[in-house]
């Protein structure tokens, strides 16, 4: 029984969905697919019901699950320990998302628990850069926001935040339940730098070329809407200050919170960072 076979079990156990068992797996449905059939002939019971409903475990898939989980954890215990004995217990996290997040607070906690011999390195990272400096080869791994440019990344979708317009209080629009981006048409936005990835960009501008000041941090931001009634977007639930308000945008896709690593990057503390976070967002 492999290692990897029981990667992709769990994959699909956890998502109880191939499709998107495969996306997170970056390959294609049809080899995940015959590796689960492999997997349920070498354990000689079916592991998963197939109806029309979609997909659940079996009884011996619930168990396998349990057991699975616990094998390949105590296979990135061994390979954490491993690289710590050659000198490489060190692991250089991007960040972008808000520090208070509780789905980052979790994985933290988690990650430190299950990893107390290694050295986490936080690297902050301001709105022009996604990746968090990971294309750059300042960090390991990014825990940042989609979309922007994944050539030659893996990236794993753990939350979607719906997004709304932020304004300020005095501003017509704010006493608005729900807005649409044709009302903001006309609006100066704030925007970023030209040389900011341009999938970043558009999302962020909602997928039209804006006018209105550029900035390059959450607070500046804030501020132009502030000081010079400039409009922009931000995901929903972040506290804002008395003086704005943000009214949710019903015609904008939600903002995905990602990991996201370099493709065919081995190294087993970005796996298992991987790992938790997938169970710490999950909550």
């Known amino acids: 029984m492999e290692l990897r076979t029981l990667r992709y079990f769990v994959a699909v156990a956890e998502e109880l969905h191939f499709g ?10 049809p080899p995940l697919s015959r590796a689960i059939k492999r997997l349920e002939t070498e354990v000689g019971a079916a592991l998963f019901h197939r109806s029309a409903a979609g997909v659940t475990l079996t009884r011996v898939g619930a168990v396998l699950l349990e057991e699975a989980r616990t ?4 296979a990135d215990r061994v390979r954490v320990r491993v690289a710590a004995a050659a000198g490489a217990a060190t692991l250089t996290v991007g960040i972008l998302v808000d520090s208070t997040d509780p789905g980052a607070t979790r994985l933290a906690a988690a990650y430190r628990r299950r990893h107390p011999g290694v050295e986490v390195r936080i690297r902050e990272t301001d709105l022009t850069d996604p990746t968090c400096g990971l294309r750059a080869g300042l960090v390991d791994v990014a825990l ?3 979309p922007f440019d994944e050539t030659g990344l893996a990236v794993l979708e753990l939350r979607a935040d719906p997004v709304g317009a932020v304004l300020r209080a005095d501003d017509p ?23 900011t990835d341009p999938i970043w960009q558009s999302y962020w501008n909602g997928g039209e070329t804006r006018e209105g000041p550029v900035v390059r941090a ?7 809407v502030l000081w010079n009634g400039t409009v922009g977007m931000t995901p929903l639930g972040h506290d804002q200050p008395g003086e704005l308000v943000v ?17 065919g990057d081995a190294n087993p503390l970005i796996r298992s960072f991987v790992r938790i976070a997938t169970a710490a967002y999950r909550v």
């Open 20 to 29: 998107r068992a495969a996306a997170r797996l970056h390959m294609s449905q």
């Open 71 to 74: 094998l390949l954890a105590q």
């Open 144 to 146: 940042t926001r989609g």
């Open 173 to 195: 629009l704010a006493r608005r339940d729900r807005l649409r981006l044709a009302d903001l048409a006309g609006r100066r936005w704030f925007r970023f730098p030209e040389d």
């Open 218 to 224: 959450v607070q500046e931001c804030l501020q132009a």
């Open 247 to 263: 009214v949710p945008l019903s015609d904008m896709a939600p903002s995905r919170v990602v990991a996201a690593w370099n493709e």
